[in-house]
């Protein structure tokens, strides 16, 4: 009888184990819980939401324009925020007249970011039509609701260093279960 229930302790304790050096090494590296705190992403994220978080493909590729990432608030390391990437390293980005222009290598002058995935009526505004340029690890990040969303507009440009992952899915609510990727942008 004890001999049994030593087994069966023993079974258990390999199976944690084995369980543990299995997600461990997942969830701090490869995929990341993460909830939606506020309405800066509305109407594409809601509060409370779940959403899972790949670690693990900006190493191997740098951010898109249009992903949706999870980045530690540059003020406050210990804060996460939610953005959408509008401006890459060494853009220039200007908001002006209700929308985002941005310029590169290839738009000296510039071209008018056309966001298919905000609300129709949904202007820009900050920054006074002033011109940011983005260092060669700087991104420039919006929330989708750019009237309640504390973003580059207020805190400045994001380094490549304090982004955690782009989301990859929602798990939470059932019914808005979705899997994500960057928008397709027309130049």
Known sequence: ???????YVF?????VVISLA?????RYYLIQPFYVKGASMEPN???KEYLIIDEISYRFHEPARGD?????????PEEFFIKRVIGLPGEKIQVRDGSVYIYNGSHKDGFKLE???LPANLMTYGLND???TLSQSEYFVLGDNR???KDSRSFGAVDKKFVTGRVLFRGWPFNRIDVFSAPQYSY
């Open 1 to 7: 009888m004890i001999k049994n229930f030593f087994a």
């Open 22 to 26: 299995i997600i461990i090494p997942i």
């Open 11 to 15: 079974e258990l304790v390999k199976v």
């Open 115 to 117: 966001e298919k995935y």
């Open 68 to 76: 949706i990432v999870v980045f530690r608030y540059p003020r406050n």
């Open 45 to 47: 994220f809601y509060d």
């Open 130 to 132: 002033e011109i940011t």
């Open 147 to 149: 009237n309640s969303s």
